[in-house]
């Protein structure tokens, strides 16, 4: 997938109870039989679940005995005779819930990576209870008062800069999720919680059952017609893993578009698969998300409205970078006229090239990654064929994202064989720093399969605190095909820069530097947390990078600079198709959260048309990169009226890689700077200043118009 890349896993769903992270106090008289391997702290390696160890029926009861634990500590916090102090209530509330972290991050990879029927069902039962806990928590009137006493007093207490932060977002927390309703109020906001959180559950579940079911199997090879080889072997695979009666298996990514329309040349075929994609949770069976949907829609109009808010929207988005819906208004409009002239253009080289081709049909969005690639190999003369050789997988991460990390941070990995893995093609590194210290773990899962979510996230097992004396345990999931037994795994760039994309958030993982595990690494607004790791997009294309990794996997021989040059020249070739699909989905998940009418949606596709068209994004050879109904990252995903955020942060990262460029470029001080202060700030100060102190400016939106090769205003 280019640019926009998953963040947030099912692990979503449980981030607020998640984020409370604690010591390593308790032990295996915790309520749970000491054969639970949740019963107490991991002796792996930086506290590590082990897998080998981990069943299924291990999850329930820790989550039931964790939830429980965590009650009663913030029950204990809020009760405390004592009057209430930064300690008493902070740092306790900080260190509170340790059984739940563990199971709750553990389930979190699990689930979104690597998931069965056992913990699906699982998910969508845990869900409510875990709403219920937060709100516990956030609407404990009792705890709530003690809350609002330190921060009155903030001014006056002397505390440290990080300190002050966390009792400023803490009690923003509690504000947000409805600390000052009356307890009337406070019931129904509850109930809605609940309901959002099975919902939420559900609709991720639906998700992952529709990709499988969209599937296409044949028996025909020439209907496969393009593909080369091993890619036909990687789906007679994919069809033996699965069982399936046919020869050959095309399975489903989370995007409306798939990346094997751009080699089908069979017309009808590429029409299959398009409309499996488009239809997959529109089928009237139980994989269809229109319900689920349209009661989400209302359930968030209605929680808004009790907080006090215009709309989800504007309660959400307070205490991001953008800060207010008319901010992201304003951002989306300057980019969507220059966006979509773009893509007018594009689709008119694409019809011409088919008029000339005698194809007697008008262009659709199934034709278009198959013409437009035509397009792109007559105007460059490049052809993904002749790319994808250079880039084989492993080659690509270690002398690759592993070689540009250690060029401008210093630090080094080292492949570990000891740790166990929930599934056989997952990796693991340690990290060390410039001094040679061991600092990180590092898991990398990157081939697709039928119980994973699609597209490409990164997650932490445990974040870094240095209250809590913890180390940062960071993955990477992705969804590359898997090559046939003995053969390369062989990627496209998109995969590449995919791959520098997930690494990015790791780096903002791995150098986290904070006191608090509530502020730390990523645990940062949407729309910054995506700055990092577009920022590290830039790397895969660096000329002393990508010489380093693109080396062809037969002959041993580095990728010509013409290749390299061809690679440029089109790089920003079909970007007015693609940042349209990316706007069309922001706009889409603004207006969906922008609704103040709890009854107000009927039908979700209507609503869907209506919304585009609104926005001035309703091109038909071009969809919404989701579609409202396999939106993951709104219904299910965390980012609920934040898909703005890949946009907004796309102009952060390239404004910030402008400054790189004009300092040298690829240099340990130039990447020493970065580290100090974005990559280990986490959420310690304003983004807005920190991104100045860097910059040495406001956010510029010219370097982003540049990069997609729009008009630069």
């Keep these: 997938m280019k640019n926009i890349l998953m963040v947030l896993t099912i692990a979503a769903l449980f981030a607020i109870t998640a984020s409370f992270e604690t010591g ?3 032990t295996e008289q915790n309520g749970l039989p000491v054969s639970n391997p949740f019963s107490s702290v991991s002796t792996l390696p930086y506290g590590v679940p082990d897998f080998s160890k981990i069943k299924d029926a291990d999850y329930k009861p820790a989550f039931e005995e964790g939830i429980q634990q965590q009650i009663k500590e913030i029950e204990k916090i809020a009760n405390d005779p004592a009057a209430p102090t930064f300690e008493n209530t902070f740092i306790a509330m900080e260190k509170s819930g340790q059984l739940l972290k563990r199971v709750v991050n553990t389930f979190g990879m699990v689930s979104g990576a690597n998931t069965d029927d056992t913990l699906q069902h699982l998910q969508e039962e845990m869900a409510p209870k875990l709403a219920a806990c937060s709100d516990a928590m956030y609407l404990n009137a009792n705890l709530f008062k003690r809350v609002s006493t330190i921060h009155d007093q903030l001014s006056s207490l002397n505390l440290d800069p990080e300190s002050k932060k966390l009792v400023e977002v803490d009690y923003l927390k509690f504000v947000m999720a409805g600390a000052k309703l009356t307890d009337a109020d406070k019931i129904t906001i509850k109930k809605l919680n609940e309901e959002d959180a099975s919902l939420s559950a559900k609709f991720t579940n639906q998700m992952v059952n529709g990709v499988k079911a969209g599937a296409l199997l044949t028996n025909d090879s020439t209907l496969l017609a393009g593909l080369a080889k091993n890619e036909l072997d990687a789906l007679a695979l994919n069809a033996r893993t699965n069982n399936a009666n046919c020869k050959y298996l095309v399975p489903l990514q989370n995007t409306t578009q798939q990346p094997i329309l751009q080699s089908l040349s069979n017309r009808t075929t590429r029409q299959k698969i398009f409309e499996a994609s488009w239809d997959r949770a529109e089928k009237n069976d139980s994989n269809d998300t229109r319900k689920v949907i349209v009661r989400l829609a209302s359930i968030r109009a209605q929680q808004a409205k009790i907080l006090g808010y215009a709309n989800y929207a504007a309660w959400q988005l307070q205490d991001q970078m953008a800060q207010t819906p008319q901010a992201v208004d304003s951002f989306l409009a300057k980019l969507v006229p220059s966006v ?11 019809q011409k090239l088919i008029d000339q081709q005698k194809g007697g049909f008008t262009l659709q969005p199934y034709d278009w990654e198959y013409y437009s690639d035509l397009v792109r190999k007559a105007k460059y003369n490049l052809d993904d064929n002749e790319i994808k050789p250079y880039f084989e997988l492993n080659k690509v991460l270690e002398d690759g994202v592993f070689y540009a990390a250690n060029q401008l941070y210093g630090i080094t990995f080292k492949e570990r064989h000891d740790i166990p893995v929930y ?13 040679g210290k061991p600092m990180a773990l590092f898991y990398c899962d990157y081939f697709k399969r039928d119980n994973k979510s699609g597209g490409a996230w990164m997650g932490s097992l445990i974040d870094q605190s240095t209250l809590l004396g913890e180390q940062p345990v960071i993955y990477n999931v992705c969804n590359f095909t898997k090559p046939a037994a003995g053969q390369p795994a062989l990627i496209s760039f998109d995969d590449v820069t995919t791959m520098f994309h997930e690494f990015g958030h790791g780096l903002h993982g791995l150098f986290a530097a904070q006191k608090y595990a509530t502020l730390s690494g990523t645990n940062v607004a949407r729309d910054y947390v995506e700055f990092p790791s577009q920022f590290n997009e830039n790397w895969a294309l660096y000329p002393t990078v990508l010489k380093h990794y693109a080396v062809n996997y ?4 580095p990728i010509p600079q013409s290749l390299i040059d061809k690679i440029k020249n089109a ?3 079909n970007e007015g198709y693609g940042y349209s699909e990316i706007l069309a989905a922001a706009s889409l998940d603004l207006q969906w959260h922008s609704i103040t009418d709890t ?6 596709d209507a609503f869907e048309k209506q919304a585009l068209h609104k926005a001035g994004l309703d091109m038909p050879q071009v969809p919404p990169r989701y579609r409202s109904t396999y939106f993951q990252h709104i219904w299910g995903g965390g980012y609920a009226s934040g898909y703005y955020a890949y946009s907004w942060t796309k102009m952060l990262a390239q404004d910030a890689y402008s400054w790189f460029l004009e300092n040298g470029g690829l240099t340990r001080a130039n990447g020493q700077r970065f580290r100090e202060m974005i990559l280990s700030r986490g959420n310690t100060e304003d983004y807005n200043v920190m991104f100045k102190n860097f910059r040495g400016h406001t956010p510029d939106i010219q370097p982003l118009e540049k990069d997609l090769g729009l008009p630069v205003n």
């Design 571 to 573: 790089a920003a070739f």
């Design 340 to 350: 979509r002239a773009k893509a007018t253009t594009e689709a008119a080289d694409i």
């Design 554 to 557: 037969k002959t041993g021989e």
């Design 599 to 604: 009854n107000a949606v009927k039908d979700v």
């Design 24 to 26: 390593k106090q308790d």
């Design 423 to 435: 599934q056989k093609d997952v990796k693991v590194f340690e990290i060390f720093d410039t001094d």
